[in-house]
C-alpha cells in the first residue's frame, strides 16, 4: 500500500509536467513580529521574535496544483529553554502545508500535509474531528493553534451534492503539556506512594491504525447543512494507571479508539455574509 500511495504522488507529479504550456507559478507569504507575555507578575515572556512564512504554489492548466508552505520562525525565547548554543538555535523551520492538488471532472484530490476543517466558526467547531490542537502554541491564528495530517482527500460533485472522503494513514495526537518521570517520591510510613509519569502510547503507524472520515454537505436557500462520520482516535489522551504493590503507582497517557456521527447547520448572517 505504500508503494501505491507513493506512486499516486509520483502520478501528480508526472501529470504536473506534462502540462508546462499552461503552468502558472505564485509566490506569496507574510513577515509579522509577535510576542507574548504572562499577565501575572513577574510577567515571564514566553514568545518574542519574527516569523517569516514563504508560499509557493504552481498551477498546470485545470488539471492539478502544487502547494507548498513552509515557516522560518526565530523566537528568541527559545534560547532560555534551549540554551544559547549557535548564533540561529533560535530558529525554527517546519512545513505549515504541502499537498498536490488533482482535478478531474467530476472528484478532486489533494494528497499530502494539510487542513482539514470541518465547520466555519472561528473557534471550536463540534464536528471538526480531523486536524489535532497544539495547546503549546495558542495563538490568534489557526495555522499555529492546530496541526495539519498527512491525508488524501477525495471530493466528488454529486449535482447540488458534495461527498468528501478522507484517509489519514499516521495518527498525529494533540500537543499537550506533559510532565514524565517521578511526579511524587512517596513516604512508606505515611503510605503515601510512589507516583511515575510513563511517556504516551501511541498507536502504531500500521494500515490497521490509520483513520478514516466521511462528509455529506448540501446547501439550500443560504443554509449549509452537513453529516458526518469519524472513525480514529480521541487526540486527547486518557490515564491508565497501574498499581505495583506496595506503593507504587505508574501512569500512563494512551488513546483510546472513537467512531463519531456528527451534523451540523450552518448560516452566515448579516455584514458577515
Do not use: C
Not at 508503494?3 to 507574510?30: D, M, N, P
Not at 487542513?115 to 495555522?143: H, L, M, Q, V
Not at 492546530?146 to 466528488?156: G, I
Not at 503515601?192 to 455529506?216: C, D, E, K, W
Amino acid at each position: 500500500m505504500k508503494k501505491h500511495f507513493l506512486g499516486l504522488i509520483v502520478f501528480g507529479l508526472l501529470l504536473a509536467g506534462t502540462s508546462e504550456g499552461g503552468a502558472q507559478t505564485r509566490l506569496g507569504g507574510y513577515l509579522k513580529f509577535y510576542s507574548a507575555a504572562n499577565t501575572v507578575s513577574p510577567f515571564k515572556i514566553s514568545k518574542i521574535g519574527t516569523r517569516l512564512q514563504f508560499n509557493i504554489s504552481k498551477t498546470f492548466g485545470t488539471r492539478g496544483e502544487l502547494f507548498s508552505s513552509f515557516d522560518f520562525d526565530a523566537d528568541d525565547a527559545r534560547f532560555f529553554t534551549g540554551g544559547f548554543k549557535t548564533r540561529g538555535s533560535e530558529l525554527e523551520i517546519y512545513p505549515v502545508e504541502a499537498y498536490v492538488n488533482l482535478y478531474f471532472p467530476f472528484v478532486d484530490l489533494r494528497l499530502g500535509k494539510q487542513f482539514i476543517f470541518w465547520g466555519k466558526t472561528d473557534w471550536i467547531n463540534p464536528t471538526d474531528n480531523i486536524n489535532p490542537w497544539d495547546y503549546k502554541n495558542i495563538s490568534s491564528e489557526i495555522e499555529d493553534y492546530r496541526l495539519p495530517v498527512t491525508a488524501v482527500k477525495t471530493s466528488w460533485y454529486l449535482g447540488p451534492v458534495t461527498l468528501e472522503a478522507d484517509w489519514i494513514p499516521v495518527f498525529v495526537p494533540d500537543r499537550i503539556p506533559l510532565q514524565t518521570g517521578l511526579l511524587q517520591k512517596g513516604n512508606p510510613a505515611r503510605h503515601i506512594p510512589v507516583v511515575f509519569m510513563n511517556s504516551p502510547a501511541y498507536p502504531t503507524p500500521t494500515l490497521g491504525h490509520s483513520q478514516a472520515a466521511f462528509r455529506l454537505m448540501h446547501s439550500i436557500e443560504g443554509i449549509d447543512y452537513s453529516l458526518s462520520y469519524y472513525s480514529g482516535y480521541d487526540h486527547k489522551f486518557n490515564i491508565i494507571s497501574k498499581l505495583t504493590p506496595p506503593d507504587s503507582i505508574s501512569l500512563t497517557p494512551a488513546y483510546k479508539p472513537v467512531r463519531i456521527i456528527g451534523g451540523a447547520l450552518e448560516r452566515v448572517f448579516g455584514r458577515w455574509n
